[in-house]
């Protein structure tokens, strides 16, 4: 695991959390946390690094940016050098609390939940009851609001040096399906590439970008539907086609790419493997074309769904594509679907420095799934791929 | 990272919580999460060990293990042999689980809330929300209570195996506090320090119990209050006291030890380290002679302040101790002062097959702080050590 021991990413981040501010029209985020190394609210990362003990509350104004932490923590919090105010108290936070919220006396107050995106959903039931009774007899109660939007653009719009870094995780995410290239052999059982794989994320100095146990998800032949299935002894054959959902997390941002590989010489590939292929990969060519600033979550979507079904194939059970940052799926605008599980994700926005995953499968009448994925970056005239996007499939042979 | 492709911890926990429930009079547990890879509750790794990504139901009752899933998510959950009915969805949960309550019809239903407990605590308001929406017009609504009691019983009553690999961790931990006593000298940095414990845990394929950035804690001379500080350029010197705060999460399973060495001779020891060292050593031996199944966590912590206080120093301003598992800080009866900070968790009445830290720091004139802290398992006679207690300084010439 690579530590971070500098904070200039948090730092620049919990500056752009300030200026947000005004163009919500909000006049405070309020981060109220506790013991977050066993649950720790999404947005933290971005805008602390590392963990609180005691119940804490950092608070952004258009020109400050306080924390109001357990005495433990003071010491560490200070040496990040993100906060300008840092009180730190010992046996109840309640009275500093209501202290710095009438100094600042902020009218509309952002709290984090949000019914739609977990990654600005990091307030509990029981830490939102603790702050209702320490707000009670205040007036700051009845100014709470969800930071939902607040959140999307903070975590969606990509600093430089995020973006630096997510390059880099698609890069090492590159080499190591290129290193695979030449480990894969007929005869292999998933857990043995899923291992191989272990070894080279170990090599490198990153680890997975979600759960261990299915990244990479390893899926050989026909036999499984692709999801979040960890790896089995299932043998890679002759004919048949693997198929890898692989990311990596570099310096805390993550990559997330899908690879089809076949087995046999590029003539043997069936007629209707090269046809779900070009698909998939033709698909997603439409909807990188389509997508710009602007543009809705499901339109993107609608792109691909609409392609797909054009080809007289059925589609995807899934969206087309989810934001990436320090998390694999990082929240916000989804490309996706209408359908209530996905509530108002998609219909988001696309903005300039989000960045992307387009992904989708196809399914064949024998040989299983055909599922492709790239990473994009959204930028003023469109999007620029940060993987290289998979133009045929890998032969081995 | 040890990846562990068995679940039968996470099974025999499951059929623990089953069988808790009717002692708390509850008739059905309902874990309520989604994307869990990006905030995940921490009864989760108890009970299923794994993530989830699409909103999920886990719903217990006395005979019966339900899950619903989204349908990528299945054959994951369907592997690990955990659940009795797996129900998969693609659009939208909100049939199934209204289905499934009907189905088992359940007179009161706990969730995830506590302001006491963060390790009870891992609803979140978004999906409280959601739940909400989706139960309305249903009689479930109003049945729906706090899984706090629920949840610390379940926490806190330790299987054979998971004493076991606690042990492990100690054990692991007590290597490595060894292996220092070798390689710490004269003129190192605290960062130095910590590499070499780094390199250890490598070595030995565990990684730390909480936030890498302070784990372990490493405290050179009489410069820092200890905490949750990092590790800094501060040297070891002769003369003074090095502390240390460290704790290996092995198999998912924490210990915590703090430690304290002396650059010098035993003669060298000033009396008023000396004092405070066994002011600390004998206040934790105190408390464990007391502590007994039925104690209320308030009363033991009571115990080893009042020895301080008898020894003229000022009392230490956190808990005496925590509970220790899957989390170096546990959850449930905390053996701490009344204090705002604290809810109810001092409140709490200790049982037979806990795991706590005791723990406490002096302050010395000259020296700084002198700190220890012991693993100990509730027994129904009292208590086992799970760490050898520190009975010296360590002396390192």
Redesign the interface.
């Known amino acids: ?1 690579v ?1 971070e ?1 500098s904070f200039t990413i948090e730092k620049s981040k919990a500056e752009q959390a300030c200026k947000i501010l005004k163009e919500q029209d909000i006049d405070a985020w309020f981060v109220w946390v ?2 977050t ?6 947005v933290l990362e971005l805008i602390l690094g ?2 609180l ?3 804490s509350a950092l608070i952004f104004t258009e020109d400050e940016k306080i924390a109001i932490v ?7 919090v200070e ?1 990040k050098g993100i906060y300008d105010t840092i009180i730190p108290y ?5 009275e500093e609390l209501v202290k710095q919220l009438t100094r600042k006396d902020p009218k509309k107050i952002a709290i ?19 702050l209702q ?1 320490y707000l009670k007899n205040t007036p700051y109660l009845n100014r709470l609001m969800s930071a939902e939007n607040h959140i999307q653009k903070l975590r969606g719009r990509k600093t430089a040096e995020e973006v630096s870094r997510i390059r880099k995780a698609v890069k090492i995410t590159e080499d190591i399906f290129e290193r695979a290239t030449k480990f894969v052999k007929v005869g292999q059982t998933e857990i043995e590439i899923y291992d191989f794989f272990h070894r080279c994320m170990n090599d490198l100095k990153v680890i997975s970008a ?5 990244c990479p998800a390893v899926d050989a032949g026909p036999y ?7 790896p089995t002894d299932n043998k890679t054959k002759n004919g048949h086609l693997l198929h890898f959902d692989f990311g990596v997390k570099y310096k805390g941002y993550c990559s997330d790419i899908q690879r089809m590989f076949f087995f046999g010489d590029t003539k043997d590939i069936p007629s209707e493997v090269q046809d779900a292929f070009e698909t998939v990969r033709d698909g997603i060519q439409a909807a990188a074309k389509w997508i710009r600033p602007g543009a809705v979550g499901y339109e993107v979507d609608n792109i691909a769904r609409d392609f797909v079904k054009a080809a007289g194939y059925e589609e995807y ?2 969206a087309l594509g989810h934001q990436l940052g320090r ?3 990082d ?1 916000g605008t989804l490309l996706g679907p209408k ?3 996905y509530g108002e994700s998609p219909m988001g926005v696309v903005e300039v420095g989000n960045v992307f995953t387009l992904e989708f499968y196809v399914t064949t009448e024998h040989y299983g799934q055909v599922s492709l994925e790239e990473d994009i970056l959204i930028t003023r005239q469109g999007c620029e791929f940060l993987s290289k996007p998979q133009e045929e499939l890998i032969c081995i042979n």
């Open positions: 695991m530590i021991m506790r013991e190394s066993q649950m720790a609210d999404p590392g963990d003990t005691w119940q357990g005495n433990f923590d003071k010491d560490g040496s010992t046996a109840s936070i309640r984090n939940y949000s019914m739609n995106d977990v990654a600005a959903d990091g307030l509990s039931v029981g830490m939102h009851m603790l009774d979600w759960d261990v146990d299915h499984k539907q692709f999801g979040h299935t960890g059970q899934h998390l694999a799926h929240g359908w209530e599980r």
